[in-house]
């Protein structure tokens, strides 16, 4: 069974950082690609940012380029990680990792097959 288990949302005054964290459980997820979206309140969710199967080409969105980074790791578990700096109360909002099988990065949320639950993120002005 396929799971991705993201961790290390919290509540951070503007300007701080968070590092989330998605890991992947039930298959190899080497070969996979992974990305980053979230969903605030009353809006549509929003791709963030994405990592290709290799981790060797990252893709952000214009509103978190420059404060986002995305990295991962494909020993054992595949862990995809969002170290996210220069927060601002615009950056509240459900973050969800996703996957699909394939070279990547992709960007749109109909190309990923697996979703993680989410983690709040809340910012504080």
């Known amino acids: 069974q396929v799971q991705l288990v993201e961790s290390g949302g919290g509540l951070v005054q503007a300007g701080g950082s968070l590092r989330l964290s998605c890991v992947a459980f039930?298959?190899?997820?080497?070969?996979?690609?992974m990305g980053w979206f979230r969903q605030a309140p009353g809006k549509e969710r929003e791709w963030v940012s994405a990592?290709?199967?290799?981790?060797?080409?990252?893709?952000y969105a214009d509103s978190v380029k420059g404060r986002f980074t995305i990295s991962r790791q494909n020993a054992k578990n595949t862990t995809v990680y969002l170290q996210m700096n220069s927060l601002k109360p615009e950056d509240t909002a459900v973050y969800y990792c996703?996957?699909?099988?394939?070279?990547?990065?992709?960007?749109?949320?109909?190309?990923?097959?697996?979703w993680g639950q989410g983690t709040q993120v809340t910012v504080s002005s």
């Open positions: 039930g298959r190899t997820f080497s070969n996979y690609a």
């Open positions: 990592v290709s199967w290799s981790g060797s080409s990252t893709y």
């Open positions: 996703a996957a699909r099988y394939g070279l990547g990065p992709y960007r749109g949320p109909n190309e990923y097959d697996h």
